[in-house]
């Protein structure tokens, strides 16, 4: 039985914050000395109340002036520092993370069926829009400490309202995380499949425009997002009031912080300077706790989409090897084959087969027998459960895809090509292919001569949606591509399901080629009619093995048994 990989969580999100490390590090240096010329202003402020109003020293004035000058200059300076520095790191992560994300976001949908690769990357744009916005106020609050220190040297009475001020406001972060965060979670659960929802209105618009059923889609996809929009505004409602609240009760303790010092001060406690210092300090020892506050939304969303990137990079991970295999014979061995999608049942059960090397299998069944599972089990897009899918003795999930791709050829039931040319699509994306290569897949597929007769023939630009092809010549390019280099091993799903009489020609060409070639061939057939090359057939029902063996004996049997339950039928009829 195959098991995901402990490690896996380690490729992408472990890893890219140990990388992070050390430049958030340097961003947090310079965030303290930002913080320490920010204590410049009270010290002015401090100094020409107390000395220059003294002494009425105009040289002291200059010279505290000259100097305050020169630290904002450097505050200037470090400020845009710590930004380029955050800058980069957001950058980085675009560059490094972004496509290792979607990498795992296609072996996810391959996996699951589930096309969740631009809710992926949009999560990854929140965890970077959190970064880049909210680490510079993160940063700033183990500082505060620092001005609670000043305000306390300044006079104990101050420093201990400073406390008790930033004791209230991370009270009321704690507070309207406990108030928001479930509201808050289910809303990003809402809102998540509500954009799920329309990407897939999108695809189907077709439908939608001609069966006129754009209006009552909008309205029913508007009550279901709705759902979403009252938990965020229940969110917001009680952040609003948390803030509010925070909000006033810091003002209050700035008053009380100037009162107390005017009080002190009328005591001779306390000097005119020491009271100005105090009030600024105080008011920037509580400005990042409650911008974290102010923050929180923000906050709860980069954790949310953290936690599912996370949960992403836990669940995808082949057990890949470095190691280079050679070019497979073509030798397939199916044992005891169990394939479940999530926590659903079993869709495959015990199923078991083998072929040597130049063997066609014909796979046939009802609907939901589970014949599109097993082809994709065979290519390694499944993670067995039990049992084992093995070409020339190497396990098929684990081997590399990488390595194990140019070996394989693949035609999915649905087909699509990729945005860039037709050459592109049927030389597999390379960015190295010879022409001579790709036409001499396209005349295995006999799609040569259609694909000349397009605007551009081989250049033809294709973009995902439009209509430049149709399914049948998109099913045919996507033939030419499963045969593209010298694949030993080619999986055809439902081939011939969009194709019409050319195109039925062209697959029993492509066929016969590839048993003369000696490829070992397996091909998913709903209609046995196509079946014509094939060595053997296995027939699949409820994800069990009915009937496996020799053509000629099982489509007898096929149809004997399909002729015993049509008149079954008529019989219960009548």
């Given at each position: 039985?195959?098991?995901?990989?402990?490690?896996?969580?380690?490729?992408?999100?472990a890893?890219?914050?140990?990388?992070?490390?050390?430049?958030?590090?340097f961003?947090?240096?310079f965030s303290f000395?930002?913080?320490?010329?920010?204590?410049?202003?009270?010290?002015?402020?401090?100094?020409?109340?107390d000395?220059?109003?003294a002494t009425?020293?105009v040289d002291?004035?200059?010279?505290?002036?000259?100097?305050v000058?020169?630290g904002?200059?450097?505050y200037?300076?470090?400020f845009?520092?710590?930004a380029?520095?955050?800058?980069?790191v957001?950058e980085?992560m675009?560059?490094?993370?972004?496509?290792?994300?979607?990498?795992?976001?296609?072996?996810?949908a391959?996996?699951?069926?589930?096309?969740?690769?631009?809710?992926?990357?949009?999560d990854?744009?929140?965890?970077?829009?959190?970064?880049s916005?909210?680490?510079?106020?993160?940063?700033?609050?183990?500082?505060?400490?620092?001005?609670?220190?000043?305000?306390?040297m300044?006079?104990p009475?101050?420093?201990f309202?400073?406390?008790?001020?930033?004791?209230?406001?991370?009270?009321?972060?704690?507070?309207?995380e406990?108030?928001?965060?479930k509201?808050?979670l289910?809303?990003s659960?809402?809102n998540v499949?509500?954009a799920?929802?329309?990407?897939?209105?999108?695809?189907?618009?077709?439908a939608i425009?001609?069966?006129?059923?754009?209006?009552?889609?909008?309205?029913?996809w508007?009550?279901?997002?709705?759902?979403?929009?009252?938990?965020q505004?229940i969110a917001?409602?009680?952040?609003a009031?948390?803030?509010?609240i925070?909000?006033?009760l810091?003002?209050?303790?700035q008053?009380?912080?100037?009162g107390i010092?005017a009080?002190?001060?009328?005591?001779?406690?306390?000097t005119?300077?020491?009271?100005?210092?105090s009030?600024?300090?105080?008011?920037?020892?509580m400005?990042?706790?409650?911008?974290?506050?102010?923050l929180?939304?923000?906050f709860?969303?980069a954790?949310d989409?953290?936690?599912?990137?996370?949960?992403?990079?836990?669940?995808?991970?082949?057990?890949?090897?470095?190691?280079?295999?050679?070019?497979?014979?073509?030798?397939l061995l199916?044992?005891?084959?169990?394939v479940?999608?999530?926590?659903?049942?079993?869709i495959l059960?015990?199923?078991?087969?083998q072929?040597?090397?130049?063997?066609?299998?014909?796979?046939i069944?009802?609907?939901?027998a589970?014949?599109?599972?097993?082809?994709k089990?065979?290519v390694?897009?499944?993670?067995?459960?039990?049992?084992?899918?093995?070409?020339?003795?190497a396990?098929?999930?684990?081997?590399?895809?990488e390595?194990?791709?140019?070996?394989?050829?693949?035609?999915p039931?649905?087909?699509e090509?990729?945005a860039?040319?037709i050459?592109?699509?049927i030389?597999?994306m390379?960015?190295?292919?010879?022409d001579?290569?790709?036409?001499?897949?396209?005349?295995?597929?006999g799609?040569?001569q259609?694909?000349?007769?397009?605007?551009?023939?081989?250049?033809?630009e294709?973009?995902?949606?439009?209509?430049v092809l149709s399914?049948?010549?998109?099913?045919?390019i996507?033939?030419?591509?499963?045969l593209?280099?010298?694949?030993?091993?080619i999986v055809?799903?439902?081939p011939?399901s969009?194709l019409?009489?050319?195109?039925?020609?062209?697959?029993?060409m492509?066929?016969?080629?590839m048993?003369?070639a000696h490829i070992?061939?397996v091909?998913?057939?709903?209609?046995?009619s196509?079946?014509?090359?094939v060595d053997?057939?296995?027939m699949l029902?409820?994800?069990?093995?009915e009937i496996?063996?020799?053509?000629?004996?099982?489509?007898?049997?096929y149809?004997?048994?399909?002729?015993r339950?049509?008149?079954?039928?008529q019989?219960?009829?009548?």
């Amino acid at each position: 039985m195959n098991s995901t990989p402990p490690s896996a969580p380690q490729t992408l999100l472990a890893s890219a914050l140990l990388s992070m490390k050390r430049a958030m590090g340097f961003a947090l240096l310079f965030s303290f000395a930002i913080n320490m010329l920010s204590l410049l202003m009270p010290i002015y402020s401090l100094q020409v109340f107390d000395r220059v109003f003294a002494t009425r020293s105009v040289d002291t004035l200059i010279a505290l002036t000259a100097v305050v000058l020169v630290g904002y200059m450097f505050y200037g300076l470090l400020f845009a520092v710590r930004a380029a520095v955050i800058a980069r790191v957001v950058e980085w992560m675009e560059r490094t993370v972004a496509p290792k994300l979607l990498r795992l976001s296609i072996i996810f949908a391959a996996e699951t069926g589930q096309a969740l690769a631009g809710q992926h990357q949009r999560d990854l744009l929140t965890v970077k829009n959190f970064i880049s916005g909210a680490a510079p106020t993160l940063m700033d609050v183990p500082w505060s400490l620092i001005f609670l220190l000043v305000i306390y040297m300044i006079n104990p009475l101050l420093g201990f309202l400073g406390v008790l001020g930033i004791i209230i406001l991370a009270t009321s972060a704690l507070i309207n995380e406990y108030a928001t965060r479930k509201a808050l979670l289910r809303a990003s659960e809402k809102n998540v499949e509500s954009a799920l929802v329309a990407d897939a209105l999108g695809r189907h618009s077709e439908a939608i425009q001609a069966m006129g059923m754009g209006t009552d889609i909008v309205d029913r996809w508007q009550e279901d997002a709705a759902r979403g929009l009252a938990l965020q505004d229940i969110a917001q409602q009680r952040s609003a009031i948390v803030t509010g609240i925070s909000r006033s009760l810091r003002m209050l303790l700035q008053m009380a912080v100037v009162g107390i010092g005017a009080y002190l001060a009328l005591q001779n406690e306390l000097t005119a300077g020491g009271l100005v210092a105090s009030s600024i300090l105080v008011a920037r020892a509580m400005a990042p706790f409650e911008g974290t506050i102010q923050l929180w939304r923000q906050f709860t969303g980069a954790r949310d989409a953290y936690h599912r990137l996370h949960l992403l990079a836990t669940h995808v991970g082949h057990a890949q090897g470095d190691t280079a295999l050679p070019p497979p014979a073509g030798q397939l061995l199916v044992e005891n084959l169990y394939v479940a999608i999530g926590k659903a049942a079993p869709i495959l059960r015990g199923v078991t087969l083998q072929l040597n090397p130049g063997e066609s299998l014909g796979v046939i069944g009802p609907s939901a027998a589970g014949k599109s599972t097993l082809a994709k089990a065979l290519v390694g897009l499944y993670n067995p459960q039990h049992g084992t899918v093995r070409l020339d003795g190497a396990d098929m999930y684990s081997w590399s895809r990488e390595d194990a791709g140019p070996h394989i050829g693949y035609l999915p039931q649905q087909v699509e090509l990729f945005a860039g040319t037709i050459k592109q699509n049927i030389g597999r994306m390379r960015p190295d292919i010879r022409d001579e290569d790709v036409i001499a897949a396209a005349q295995r597929a006999g799609v040569h001569q259609m694909v000349l007769q397009l605007p551009k023939g081989y250049d033809t630009e294709y973009k995902p949606g439009n209509t430049v092809l149709s399914p049948g010549q998109r099913q045919r390019i996507g033939l030419a591509r499963a045969l593209f280099g010298n694949p030993r091993f080619i999986v055809l799903d439902e081939p011939n399901s969009n194709l019409d009489g050319d195109g039925e020609r062209a697959l029993m060409m492509a066929l016969q080629y590839m048993k003369e070639a000696h490829i070992t061939t397996v091909v998913v057939a709903h209609r046995p009619s196509i079946l014509g090359t094939v060595d053997k057939v296995l027939m699949l029902r409820g994800g069990m093995v009915e009937i496996l063996g020799t053509r000629d004996d099982v489509l007898q049997r096929y149809s004997a048994s399909g002729v015993r339950r049509l008149q079954d039928a008529q019989g219960d009829q009548a």
